[in-house]
């Protein structure tokens, strides 16, 4: 008896020290983390893509119950339980608003169903554009839509190709930033072109465009525009020569078109071989299709982080189900996201 109560007196404290211990804290977050089941979900707009990503995980898509009252209002609830689960919800937050109701109601419910970790999966960040302000008495909606994601309750999020990378600055929570080019860059070097050149349709986006034209080695055109108001150019003079080249026009999103179709027209008049157009996200709203199958556009190139609307010959759709999924196990596995990344050299083959 004398001998347990001194082998106590001696392992309590150690005891104690381990449990307030951040190492030991760590340890033991990572080993709740391992035990927890993985459970993906979908709002209603984007379950196309979501049963592709979860496809690629290698688990069904969980089922999710959305239904309306005669006035519209949403009434979501999970079909089965994700207690102490790991829960990843899918759905782009593109018009209608009832989207992002959707995405947030799910998040909440998620939380108060005892989930252990809520990861709010956004392919197309609705109202990124809306990043600033850029006149007197205008809100900031790209930050009030991420308070609403923090203050429903999400752990983390996912997205890709944000209208500006400073977006990830109004989240006080991790957001994981994938990269359109991911799938955009092996899917350009298949088609062999020659004496390629990267455009931006506008100042604002040549960032973006100078780092897809670094993984081909190549020089880059801005097309410097003036806007009379949204969706509606004033002019437009291109800065750069692209006589006798292939020209790639970079951009984050696509909306009417307006922008790459008139940039397009610019380019090949200053003597350019062939344009083609590079958009992750397509909104394609108004005539969009209409514009792209006029234009002088030899192919516009999108991702389906959202729908389609209506098929048209000139868009080609590259998936993105395999990106997600994989970045869900690197989260799940505490592994590194910036393995999905390609770098400069394995295009180059250097």
Not at 214 to 225: E, G, L, N, Q
Not at 280 to 289: D, E, F, R
């Amino acid at each position: 008896m004398q001998i347990y109560v001194k082998f106590q007196k001696i392992i309590n404290p150690i005891g104690e020290f381990l449990s307030k211990s951040p190492t030991f804290a760590l340890c033991f977050r990572d080993i709740t983390n391992s035990m927890a089941e993985v459970k993906i979900f979908s709002g209603t707009s984007s379950k196309y893509l979501a049963s592709r990503v979860a496809d690629y995980y290698g688990k069904d898509l969980g089922g999710v119950s959305i239904n309306r009252f005669a006035d519209s209002e949403i009434s979501v609830s999970f079909d089965e339980s994700v207690r102490g689960c790991d829960v990843f919800i899918v759905q782009s937050t593109f018009p209608p608003s009832d989207n992002i109701m959707e995405l947030l109601m799910l998040i909440d419910a998620a939380r108060r169903a005892s989930a252990h970790y809520v990861c709010a999966v956004v392919p197309y960040f609705g109202y990124a554009r809306q990043d600033r302000k850029d006149k007197p008495r205008v809100g900031i909606a790209a930050k009030l839509i991420a308070n609403m994601l923090t203050a429903a309750g999400a752990d983390r999020v996912m997205t890709m190709d944000l209208h500006a990378g400073q977006i990830q600055g109004f989240f006080d929570i991790p957001v994981d930033h994938l990269e359109g080019i991911s799938v955009f860059v092996p899917y350009l070097k298949a088609q062999n072109l020659t004496n390629i050149k990267f455009a931006s349709p506008d100042v604002g986006g040549v960032s973006r465009c100078r780092k897809f034209a670094s993984y081909f080695d190549a020089d880059i055109v801005i097309c410097d525009k003036h806007r009379k108001k949204a969706n509606e150019i004033a002019s437009m003079q291109l800065i750069g020569d692209v006589e006798g080249s292939d020209v790639i026009l970079v951009d984050d999103l696509i909306d009417t078109g307006g922008t790459i179709c008139k940039a397009a027209e610019l380019i090949l008049a200053k003597g350019a071989k062939s344009v083609r157009a590079f958009c992750t996200h397509p909104v394609l709203s108004g005539k969009a299709n209409e514009n792209i199958t006029n234009s002088v556009l030899t192919e516009l190139v999108v991702t389906d982080s959202i729908p389609l609307r209506q098929a048209n010959e000139k868009i080609k759709v590259l998936s993105v189900a395999e990106l997600f999924g994989k970045a869900i196990g690197r989260i799940r596995d505490n592994g590194s996201i910036s393995t999905l990344f390609i770098n400069n050299q394995q295009i180059l083959g250097l």
